[in-house]
């Protein structure tokens, strides 16, 4: 059920915003038809028992996750520093910026959302 899991993430959600980095309410929600809620965190250790998924915590509390990336997208990247932690052959590794990034993805649909509330409303 794990690499289900895994091949779920790289189809559905690697393109959207981020090419590793997801809310875990938002992957459980995206993958409720495909993992079972009640296995979805022995799923999630499985695939961080393989290096496969970090976890850690954003600065409000909700969990973040962090997908391994060895898609073929960055392989042109391999050799930039920036980069090298992308192409780094060990387990998936959440660090503080990735954790920002998600931070500010949130923060950014929650405005989006408020404004398109706020234009319905001021339509009628």
Known sequence: M???LLRFYREQCENEDDASVIGYSQLKSKASGLVHP??????LDELVARGELSVGRSKDGERVLKF???SPVFADYSLTPLFKELS????????DV???????RSTMTKIETEIKRLEERSEK
């Open 98 to 104: 990735d954790v920002s990034v998600h931070e500010l």
């Open 68 to 70: 391994k990336v060895d």
């Open 88 to 95: 780094s052959k060990g387990p998936a590794r959440l660090t």
């Open 2 to 4: 794990s690499d289900d």
């Open 38 to 43: 009640k296995s979805f965190d022995l799923v």
